[in-house]
């Protein structure tokens, strides 16, 4: 049996993919995540253990010669050696509560949201919400997930989509007006890379908020997205 495809064939599977009842719509969200600048915190149960690793392994070291030991402070200084100044984890976005700057919780991840009007808001007015797209007529639903995100930032060249199929979905049903369709919502992952700031439009307001932060925003979802967002 052959293991590979025609681009016809993948074309027909793609379609077949997105394909959805006339009365449903699928939208393309995307999860747009700043990955930690900063080494986390390490956690007091895990330094514990690691202490206590070292000391049993100090037990059993290997006692080298003083003079081998000392060798290294006979080597002359030269301009290579610089004073090391460990940089601030708390930095003034967090001093002054500025969830619109990526300088913010530098050792955790940060998350992109949006306020506006977005598809399947019962009331139909603005709310928060991730970067989206109704898919029409892209080849692949990462793509139409990549105009979503072009669309809020502008530009791409800063950022990194984590594979071509969707991290989760959620089905969303209409509770009052039965005639309005259904709406399913598959969710991708893009990374910012080399980017220390973004030019966010076509919303009313942006935040970068952490996944506990995300999750107050969202509580009725909070259980989904708890799962769907491991870190």
């Given amino acids: 049996m052959q293991r590979c495809c025609s681009s016809a064939g993948r074309s027909v599977i793609c379609k077949r993919w997105v394909s959805s009842s006339n009365n449903d719509k699928i939208v393309a969200s995307v999860l747009f995540e700043r990955l930690p600048v900063v080494v986390p915190q390490i956690d007091p149960t895990v330094y514990a253990f690691q202490e206590f690793s070292f000391r049993w392994r100090q037990q059993y070291r290997r006692e080298y010669p003083e003079s081998f030991l000392k060798?290294?402070?006979?080597?002359?200084?030269?301009?290579?050696?610089?004073?090391?100044?460990?940089?601030?984890?708390?930095?003034?976005?967090?001093?002054?509560?500025?969830?619109?700057?990526?300088?913010?919780?530098?050792?955790?991840?940060?998350?992109?949201?949006?306020?506006?009007?977005?598809?399947?808001?019962?009331?139909?007015?603005?709310?928060?919400?991730?970067?989206?797209?109704?898919?029409?007529?892209?080849?692949?639903l990462r793509k139409c997930a990549e105009s979503a995100l072009e669309s809020v930032?502008?530009?791409?060249?800063?950022?990194?989509?984590?594979?071509?199929?969707?991290?989760?979905?959620?089905?969303?049903q209409p509770t009052e007006d039965k005639k309005i369709p259904s709406i399913k919502r598959f969710?991708?992952?893009?990374?910012?890379?080399?980017?220390?700031?973004?030019?966010?439009?076509?919303?009313?307001?942006?935040?970068?908020?952490?996944?506990?932060?995300?999750?107050?925003?969202?509580?009725?979802?909070?259980?989904?997205?708890?799962?769907?967002?491991?870190?």
Avoid at 153 to 158: A, E, R, V
Avoid at 190 to 197: E, G, H, R
Avoid at 202 to 214: A, R
């Fill in 71 to 140: 060798k290294s402070d006979t080597r002359g200084k030269g301009d290579y050696q610089i004073d090391y100044k460990p940089a601030p984890r708390i930095s003034e976005a967090d001093k002054s509560n500025d969830q619109r700057s990526l300088q913010r919780a530098l050792d955790r991840r940060l998350y992109l949201l949006v306020h506006g009007t977005t598809h399947g808001s019962q009331s139909g007015l603005p709310v928060w919400h991730f970067p989206e797209k109704v898919y029409e007529s892209e080849k692949t």
């Fill in 153 to 172: 930032i502008g530009d791409l060249s800063h950022t990194y989509f984590v594979g071509n199929s969707p991290m989760g979905h959620m089905v969303m």
């Fill in 187 to 231: 969710f991708f992952k893009s990374q910012v890379i080399a980017a220390n700031k973004f030019d966010v439009k076509k919303c009313d307001d942006f935040v970068w908020v952490t996944k506990d932060e995300l999750l107050e925003y969202f509580p009725e979802q909070a259980e989904f997205l708890s799962k769907m967002i491991i870190s």
